[in-house]
């Protein structure tokens, strides 16, 4: 049977989402480390190998234990801290470790929800968005061999010259580190992120509030593997 491209595949330079993420069978979720990584899917066979594209961006969903309410402000969390942690292990630490981005969303409270204030716009938002793209694709080009668009596919050699640190800079993220006992991946996707802060804002350097920013949205980091 010839293998076919699979669902990182057929997502490759789209968005991956996966709902329920501790629900998916363990094995499944391993094998995305390796594309995660690469940006592609290598299949070994006998009398073959073949080697798919799957540069994706992926993002996930999960409740913070079984019953979904723990830390929620209005209802009751009945699970015990032995189900959470089993419940939490079901991911890796080694696949969290690839994501640059994890966050905890509450619910919205009645108020938010009947609120009058204007949010603001998609149309803003995409304006920001693109002026910070032209902002990494102008920085990137320098390697164009390499064909790199964003922030998120730099290399540890880019995050040297494009995400050069302040002495207060290097002594926030530092301290974030040894306390979180945050990885050597974790530190790259916190200055990769930090300097994509950094392009929606504008700013030509990473300032210390960008740094602090990306250490904060490493949250799964700081509750469950630090």
């Known amino acids: 049977m010839i293998p076919r491209p699979g669902e990182v595949s057929l997502a490759h330079n789209g968005v991956l989402f996966l709902d329920e993420l501790p629900e998916f069978p363990r094995n499944v979720l391993e094998v995305m480390r390796q594309p995660l990584e690469d940006g592609n899917v290598c299949i070994a066979r006998a009398a073959m190998s073949l080697t798919f594209p799957a540069r994706f961006m992926l993002a996930a969903a999960m409740n913070p234990c079984p019953c979904g309410y723990y830390n929620d402000r209005s209802r009751e969390c009945h699970c015990t801290p032995m189900i959470i942690q089993r419940y939490m292990s079901k991911i890796s630490g080694p696949l969290m470790d690839r994501i640059d981005i994890h966050i905890d969303v509450p619910a919205v409270n009645y108020k938010e929800m009947r609120s009058k204030v204007d949010p603001?716009?998609?149309?803003?938002?995409?304006?920001?968005?693109?002026?910070?793209?032209?902002?990494?694709?102008?920085?990137?080009?320098?390697?164009?061999?390499?064909?790199?668009?964003?922030?998120?596919?730099?290399?540890?050699?880019?995050?040297?010259?494009?995400?050069?640190?302040?002495?207060?800079?290097?002594?926030?993220?530092?301290?974030?580190?040894?306390?979180?006992?945050?990885?050597?991946?974790?530190?790259?996707?916190?200055?990769?992120?930090a300097r994509t802060i950094a392009d929606l804002e504008n700013g030509a350097e990473i300032a210390p509030k960008h740094i602090a920013e990306a250490i904060q949205y490493r949250t799964l980091d700081r509750t469950f593997w630090a």
């Open 120 to 193: 603001e716009s998609s149309g803003k938002i995409l304006e920001r968005e693109m002026r910070a793209r032209d902002i990494q694709l102008k920085r990137l080009s320098s390697a164009p061999r390499e064909k790199l668009y964003c922030n998120a596919q730099m290399g540890p050699r880019h995050i040297r010259a494009y995400c050069q640190l302040s002495a207060d800079c290097e002594r926030l993220l530092e301290r974030a580190m040894a306390q979180q006992g945050l990885t050597a991946r974790a530190h790259d996707r916190i200055l990769k992120v």
